[in-house]
């Protein structure tokens, strides 16, 4: 499977901005060779970390997005996943990834487990109560959004769930920029598994980190940004998954009735 990765400087609030970055470097990635299946973007891609105003620009179930990149999925003949939304749903608003497949129907939906304390998520959305994995054309993915990455336990409940590759959609902030790199890295080694982390660039007064990447499952490099906005791909195979996890049986030997 043939992924790109789009990092984008999203622009907090103004959703008719991000839909045209977003339309733009859509272009982009399917000009290139080879064309990608997937295509994932970062967190809050249409709305920006703009929480205190999510009650006015949030979309109801995240159809307005969900329809804006349907139509770009048909256009193109790829999948998108990952790149989460604001999305009103009865229990309040919440960080949802959707997936949506080469036709633009809404496949998979998953919304965000771990609020961040330190930022006052919890004032203005409401977590999930689900993981989702997910097949796309072949390759199992599990799906987490930012914070969730710290949690290891809740990544490799995913990979529990067999997936072979993780989408980690983000708005990392540049102050914790080491702690992104090696969070990513760590869970791709730890759960032998692809990672496919995608995060925003914007650098205006709350400046993320970009640093969006692809890694294998043995942690090693397979694509790396750093704060440009940009398009970049990399091409997964789930038969390494398999090498590397017979090679270092790490799934057979965890004594789970000890911790």
Same mark, same amino acid.
């Given at each position: 499977? !043939?992924?790109?990765?789009?990092?984008?400087?999203?622009?907090?609030?103004?959703?008719?901005?991000?839909?045209?970055s977003?339309?733009?470097?859509?272009?982009?990635?399917?000009? /290139?060779?080879?064309?990608?299946?997937?295509?994932?973007?970062?967190?809050?891609?249409?709305?920006?970390?703009?929480?205190?105003?999510?009650?006015?620009?949030?979309?109801?179930?995240?159809?307005?997005?969900?329809?804006?990149? =349907?139509?770009?999925?048909?256009?193109y003949?790829?999948?998108?996943?990952?790149?989460s939304?604001a999305?009103?749903?009865?229990? =309040?608003?919440?960080?949802?990834? /959707?997936?949506?497949?080469?036709?633009?129907?809404?496949?998979?939906? *998953?919304?965000?487990?771990?609020? +961040?304390?330190m930022?006052?998520?919890?004032?203005?959305?409401?977590? =999930?109560?689900?993981? $989702?994995? *997910?097949?796309?054309? =072949?390759?199992?993915i599990?799906?987490?959004?930012?914070?969730?990455?710290r949690?290891?336990?809740?990544?490799?409940?995913? +990979?529990?769930?067999?997936?072979?590759?993780?989408?980690?959609?983000?708005?990392?902030?540049? +102050?914790?920029?080491s702690?992104? !790199?090696?969070?990513?890295?760590?869970?791709?080694?730890?759960?032998? $598994? *692809? %990672?496919?982390a995608?995060?925003?660039?914007?650098?205006?007064?709350?400046?993320?980190?970009?640093?969006? !990447?692809? %890694?294998?499952?043995?942690?090693?490099?397979? $694509?790396?940004?750093?704060?440009?906005?940009?398009?970049? !791909?990399?091409?997964?195979?789930?038969?390494?998954?398999?090498?590397?996890?017979?090679?270092?049986?790490?799934?057979?030997?965890?004594?789970?009735?000890?911790?």
């Open positions: 499977m !043939q992924i790109a990765l789009i990092q984008l400087k999203i622009q907090p609030s103004e959703k008719q901005a991000n839909y045209d977003v339309s733009r470097l859509v272009n982009l990635a399917v000009t /290139q060779q080879p064309k990608p299946d997937l295509i994932v973007l970062p967190e809050l891609w249409s709305t920006g970390y703009a929480l205190a105003e999510l009650q006015t620009i949030a979309s109801d179930e995240g159809h307005e997005e969900a329809e804006f990149l =349907g139509n770009l999925a048909r256009k003949g790829v999948w998108f996943a990952g790149g939304v999305a009103k749903t009865a229990r =309040g608003i919440t960080n949802r990834a /959707q997936v949506i497949d080469r036709n633009g129907v809404l496949q998979a939906i *998953y919304d965000k487990v771990h609020l +961040v304390p930022l006052d998520e919890h004032k203005y959305l409401v977590a =999930g109560d689900s993981t $989702c994995v *997910y097949e796309i054309e =072949g390759v199992t599990g799906f987490a959004i930012c914070y969730d990455i949690f290891c336990e809740f990544i490799r409940k995913l +990979v529990l769930q067999g997936a072979q590759a993780l989408i980690v959609s983000a708005e990392w902030p540049l +102050v914790r920029l702690h992104w !790199q090696t969070l990513c890295k760590a869970r791709a080694i730890e759960n032998q $598994c *692809y %990672l496919i995608v995060n925003n660039t914007a650098m205006g007064d709350a400046p993320f980190a970009g640093h969006s !990447q692809g %890694l294998a499952p043995d942690g090693s490099s397979l $694509c790396h940004f750093e704060f440009q906005e940009a398009v970049k !791909q990399v091409r997964i195979d789930v038969r390494e998954v398999e090498k590397l996890r017979k090679a270092i049986p790490v799934f057979n030997d965890r004594r789970p009735e000890l911790y």
